[in-house]
């Protein structure tokens, strides 16, 4: 599609900056016995409100959730202990290529199969329309759980990529997007970003009012990808204590904890890290109210290719300056362009400068991000939005890391490791 190895490359004579190994500290607040948490707050549920006998569908989406396998299997098992027949259904609006094969596939990823779940999993895309706002918005629901006896709704509470308010991504947009379908997903985005802070909880409360909704189970996760929480949370108060889990999860989410920027290397993007593909709270571009995401300064955003779990949907792509014709060549148009046109944004499916490998790429955005003095070049590198605690930072950031309490060196400076490609391994994670 596109021929970068006829660009010249300005700037090819610029010298790399040596990086420094860092590790970023969080808090790291962790549930220790997840499946004993699960079976007691189900157990205590069941003590007031029986599920013997119901028929429950159990929600799961499309994001990354840690240990999303181990989470439902142990909801299943600990439901049919109850005397309950659970079923999992797919909940993740558009994604998956808004196919009901698709969404399976994107389960199975996460190790969500009826083998390791116990429970059948029930995947269409077909939905009901249960009620209606009073403007007349239609609100779908996922048809094989709107007939079902009750819904678990399984959804990970975090700060969205797109908008701000009381309810962001969590339990009241897994209601409202994940079991909308694409159907639902498309009527919701019409009305624009701009409006989904008062859109998600009013279309969930509605829902709320008509569909059997058992519980929620929010999870809530730490900066190390952690279970930080997961919590039971009745029905006749799911909207309120959701707004309250934001709270927390905000607290805990992963940040740069280093100055101005003038090049963001950021190895992998996909949907299992964000909604956005990289994360507007980490990176402060956001392809709509990004007036809402003000983080450190960056000057040049580089990526270098998409997740596996992303299935190459690459969406955010286009809130990169540069890219590789590697990621390129991962792309899955039908998925990405999907996401895209049922969001109604296109920002995030431009399609940045591209060049031939990860060096290349890496020593455009420092020539576009060389300012009229000649100061050591800011370099970060990350593996993704969602893996923050090991990252890397050029020399130009020694002292800061030795003066800041959260931050420690790892290593001494080295130089860039590329291949005879030009390409990188991805930074490691910090174990």
Request: one cysteine or more.
């Amino acid at each position: 599609m596109f021929n970068v190895d006829a660009v010249r490359l300005v700037g090819g004579d610029i010298e790399l900056p040596r990086m420094i190994p860092v590790e970023q500290r969080f808090a790291s607040t962790v549930v220790e016995d997840l499946e004993g948490t699960i079976r007691s707050q189900v157990a205590e549920h069941d003590r007031t409100h029986p599920v013997s006998g119901k028929r429950i569908a159990i929600t799961a989406g499309s994001r990354g959730i840690a240990q999303l396998d181990r989470i439902v299997a142990t909801l299943v098992d600990a439901l049919a202990g109850c005397g309950a027949k659970p079923f999992v259904v797919p909940a993740m609006g558009s994604h998956g290529g808004g196919t009901a094969a698709g969404q399976r596939k994107v389960l199975a990823e996460y190790g969500v199969t009826e083998e390791r779940i116990g429970a059948p999993i029930v995947s269409s895309m077909e939905t009901v329309v249960v009620t209606e706002l009073p403007d007349g918005t239609p609100v779908h629901i996922d048809a094989e759980a709107a007939q079902a006896d009750g819904i678990v709704v399984l959804g990970r509470v975090k700060p969205h990529t797109d908008f701000r308010g009381t309810h962001e991504s969590g339990l009241a947009k897994m209601i409202a997007i994940g079991l909308g379908k694409h159907r639902g997903a498309t009527t919701l985005h019409a009305h624009g970003f701009e409006n989904f802070h008062s859109l998600i909880p009013a279309v969930a409360e509605a829902a709320l009012r008509v569909v059997p909704v058992e519980f929620g189970m929010a999870v809530v996760e730490n900066a190390y990808e952690q279970v930080a929480r997961l919590e039971l949370v009745p029905t006749d108060v799911l909207l309120e204590r959701e707004a309250e889990l934001l709270v927390e999860a905000k607290r805990l989410m992963p940040k740069l904890l280093v100055s101005d920027i003038d090049v963001l290397v950021v190895d992998e993007i996909g949907k299992d890290i964000s909604g956005a593909g990289m994360d507007p709270n980490i990176t402060g571009r956001a392809p709509v109210n990004s007036e809402h995401f003000r983080t450190v300064p960056i000057k040049r955003v580089v990526v270098l290719g998409l997740t596996e779990h992303t299935g190459g949907n690459a969406c955010g792509l286009g809130m990169a300056d540069v890219t590789t014709q590697r990621c390129l060549d991962q792309i899955d148009f039908g998925s990405f362009y999907t996401n895209s046109l049922t969001s109604g944004v296109p920002d995030g499916a431009r399609i940045p400068m591209a060049l031939a490998n990860d060096r290349d790429a890496i020593v455009a955005a420092l020539h576009m991000s060389r300012g009229p003095h000649d100061r050591p070049a800011k370099v970060v590198r990350i593996r993704n939005t969602l893996t923050m605690p090991r990252i890397e930072v050029s020399e130009a950031y020694a002292q800061e890391v030795a003066d800041h309490p959260d931050l420690t060196a790892l290593g001494e400076p080295r130089d860039w490791e590329f291949d005879a490609d030009g390409r990188l391994e991805p930074l490691p994670a910090l174990h």
